[in-house]
């Protein structure tokens, strides 16, 4: 087998604690993955309070252990890594076969920097550790399956709502923005999506953001998008009643997308 890298042992330590966050002693809020070059893995998850919640041991093919080492190489080199903390921070520790350490730090921006978001997926992928979060935080849809269901019903409920009650725009404005909210969806007016699906200015133009919606893929940014929209649709539409005519059919749209990307999860 030929070797991509001359790294022995990678380290990847994630942790949840943001800006402004009130943690609490029984919140999960790190987690510890290292890789040896042999093919041995430990995958530790860690309380807030210190105490271990998990240890999982055991061996992946090498042949995975170098692909996934030269995978980190490239995202280190790469650079592009973002400045200010978000939903909390990683570190790798990167031990080369002359014992020589190498440290690099990032934050996590859950779901709005696609190279992590990838990278972290394809970790998880050939450790066989789906509820491990890495780079790009925490994937709901597998650690908190209960989530991903209230996503879907969140999605059902509303596009039957639109369709079939006139009272719908009350509705949206009383009760919308709080439900999504519960859901945690972040409102980022856009950001995410900016980001990821390179939609900068798409935001004001409903059109536009119709025509891309298909494309989306990722339940946070979606559920952001219509967040940071319903938001834009009560506070600062200059003509409510014509947006509210166009946010029928947008809003029909996205939230059709959602339940089609949470109907047939697997946990």
Same mark, same amino acid.
């Given at each position: 087998?030929?070797k991509?890298?001359?790294?022995?042992?990678?380290?990847?330590?994630?942790?949840?604690?943001?800006?402004g966050?009130?943690?609490?002693?029984?919140?999960?809020?790190?987690?510890?993955?290292?890789i040896c070059?042999n093919?041995?893995?430990?995958?530790?998850?860690?309380?807030?309070?210190?105490?271990?919640?998990?240890?999982?041991?055991?061996?992946?093919?090498?042949?995975?252990?170098n692909?996934i080492?030269?995978?980190i190489?490239?995202?280190?080199?790469?650079?592009? #890594?973002?400045r200010? *903390?978000d &939903?909390?921070?990683?570190?790798? /520790?990167?031990?080369r076969a002359s014992?020589e350490?190498? @440290?690099l730090?990032g934050?996590?921006?859950f779901?709005s920097n696609?190279?992590?978001?990838k990278?972290?997926d394809?970790?998880?992928? #050939?450790v066989?550790i *789906?509820? &491990?979060f890495?780079f790009?935080g /925490?994937?709901f849809?597998?650690i908190l399956?209960?989530? @991903?269901r209230?996503?879907?019903?969140?999605s059902?409920?509303?596009?039957?709502?639109?369709?079939h009650?006139?009272?719908?725009l009350?509705?949206?404005?009383a009760?919308m923005m709080?439900e999504?909210?519960e859901?945690?969806?972040?409102?980022?007016?856009g950001?995410?999506y900016?980001?990821v699906?390179?939609?900068?200015?798409?935001?004001?133009d409903l059109t536009?953001?119709?025509?891309?919606?298909?494309k989306?893929?990722?339940v946070?940014i979606?559920?952001?998008?219509?967040?940071?929209?319903?938001?834009?649709?009560?506070?600062h539409?200059?003509?409510?009643?014509a947006?509210?005519?166009?946010?029928?059919?947008?809003l029909?749209?996205?939230?059709a997308?959602?339940?089609?990307?949470?109907?047939?999860?697997?946990?």
């Amino acid at each position: 087998m030929r070797k991509y890298t001359d790294i022995k042992e990678i380290s990847i330590s994630s942790n949840l604690v943001s800006r402004g966050q009130t943690v609490f002693p029984d919140s999960e809020i790190r987690q510890k993955l290292t890789i040896c070059d042999n093919g041995e893995i430990q995958f530790d998850r860690f309380l807030y309070s210190g105490k271990n919640l998990e240890t999982v041991l055991r061996t992946i093919p090498e042949e995975e252990v170098n692909e996934i080492f030269f995978s980190i190489k490239q995202f280190i080199a790469a650079g592009d #890594r973002p400045r200010i *903390p978000d &939903m909390g921070s990683w570190s790798i /520790v990167v031990t080369r076969a002359s014992q020589e350490n190498k @440290t690099l730090k990032g934050s996590v921006l859950f779901g709005s920097n696609p190279r992590e978001m990838k990278l972290s997926d394809y970790i998880r992928e #050939r450790v066989r550790i *789906p509820r &491990m979060f890495l780079f790009d935080g /925490v994937p709901f849809h597998r650690i908190l399956p209960d989530r @991903t269901r209230a996503v879907y019903e969140f999605s059902k409920k509303w596009i039957d709502i639109i369709n079939h009650s006139p009272t719908w725009l009350y509705l949206m404005k009383a009760k919308m923005m709080d439900e999504l909210a519960e859901l945690y969806f972040e409102l980022d007016f856009g950001r995410a999506y900016e980001l990821v699906y390179q939609g900068e200015g798409d935001r004001g133009d409903l059109t536009m953001l119709r025509e891309k919606i298909p494309k989306i893929h990722n339940v946070e940014i979606l559920g952001s998008v219509i967040y940071s929209q319903v938001y834009y649709y009560i506070y600062h539409a200059e003509e409510p009643q014509a947006h509210f005519d166009q946010a029928e059919t947008w809003l029909t749209a996205a939230l059709a997308r959602m339940y089609q990307l949470t109907r047939d999860v697997e946990y």
